[in-house]
């Protein structure tokens, strides 16, 4: 699969996460959520795609620890 493909994939994905178009899956329990966000922070950080790092960051302080 092109690595472009994936990359657009998610910096799309984690755009949506600032709307309020997006949500949890409803079984997803906080550290799941936290989990899930560590890793797309950890992808955008290593691909430099700094405003989603920034939505990645506002998502996690809504997530109940």
């Known amino acids: 699969m092109d690595e472009?493909?994936?990359?657009?994939?998610?910096?799309q994905s984690i755009n949506l996460m600032g709307t309020e178009e997006w949500s949890w899956p409803p079984e997803?329990?906080?550290?799941r959520k936290l989990n899930f966000?560590?890793?797309c922070?950890?992808?955008?950080e290593k691909n430099?795609?700094?405003?989603q790092c920034a939505i990645i960051r506002d998502v996690e302080k809504t997530?109940?620890?």
């Open 4 to 11: 472009n493909f994936l990359n657009r994939l998610l910096i």
């Open 28 to 31: 997803w329990d906080a550290n």
């Open 37 to 39: 966000l560590k890793q």
């Open 41 to 44: 922070m950890m992808y955008a």
């Open 48 to 51: 430099e795609f700094y405003e």
């Open 63 to 65: 997530v109940n620890k």
